[in-house]
T-cell receptor
Framework: DARVTQTPRHKVTEMGQEVTMRCQPI?????VFWYRQTMMQGLELLAY????????DSGMPKDRFSAEMPDATLATLKIQPSEPRDSAVYFC?????????FGPGTRLTVT | QQQVKQSPQSLIVQKGGISIINCAYE??????FPWYQQFPGKGPALLIA?????SEKKEGRFTISFNKSAKQFSLHIMDSQPGDSATYFC????????????FGQGTTLQVKP
């Protein structure tokens, strides 16, 4: 049963610290998406990659967020420095064409 | 033009009843309309999807109705069960968008026993 995996599942950190979230897409999927979910804003697309190349990161605060795909089996989302307003659930999703399969998310709390 | 508007924000239905969630869009270039189901603490999961060349698609108790002229589509859950209690998101995508989905704001469904 192929699934998207994300680590860590929960992260509590202090303001100003660096946070790195990792995602392993489903093997063979060539598109990877990063989303942020909050009660107020719903699901927001932060960035996405196709064949490891960034296609769109316009949803991401550029000054503190960065997303990369070092290889086809790993996508990372980094926040440096983190702020309380970054507290949210961050989802990774992968897909081939239209269908997207979501991971279980990383719940981030910044105090 | 890129928005997908979803209603209602929340819905309470009795067990055995029909749950109906509606979505509207502006961009006529959209050609793929999925619905996602999300349980608390989990990621959204693809439930059912439709393309605009058909007016209805049914999978078990879940049906998408699509009205191309009105630019609206809806999810119907027949014989709603307490286990269907979740948040439902509609979404839309257009060709050449490399799979990027525009999501609605979500509907929280509670099915009462």
């Amino acid at each position: 049963d192929a699934r998207v995996t994300q680590t860590p599942r929960h992260k509590v950190t202090e303001m100003g610290q660096e946070v790195t979230m990792r995602c392993q897409p489903i093997l063979g999927h060539n598109t990877v998406f990063w989303y942020r979910q909050t009660m107020m804003q719903g699901l927001e697309l932060l960035a996405y990659f196709r064949n490891r190349a960034p296609l769109d990161d316009s949803g991401m605060p550029k000054d503190r967020f960065s997303a990369e795909m070092p290889d086809a089996t790993l996508a990372t989302l980094k926040i440096q420095p983190s702020e309380p307003r970054d507290s949210a659930v961050y989802f990774c999703a992968s897909g081939l064409t239209y269908e997207q399969y979501f991971g279980p998310g990383t719940r981030l709390t910044v105090t | 033009q890129q928005q997908v508007k979803q209603s209602p924000q929340s819905l309470i239905v009795q067990k055995g009843g029909i749950s109906i969630i509606n979505c509207a869009y502006e961009n006529t270039a959209f050609d793929y309309f999925p619905w996602y189901q999300q349980f608390p603490g989990k990621g959204p999961a693809l439930l059912i999807a439709i393309r605009p060349d058909v007016s209805e698609k049914k999978e078990g108790r879940f049906t998408i109705s699509f009205n191309k002229s009105a630019k609206q589509f809806s999810l119907h859950i027949m014989d709603s069960q307490p286990g269907d209690s979740a948040t439902y998101f509609c979404a839309a995508s257009r060709p050449g968008n490399t799979g990027k989905l525009i999501f609605g704001q979500g509907t929280t469904l509670q099915v009462k026993p």
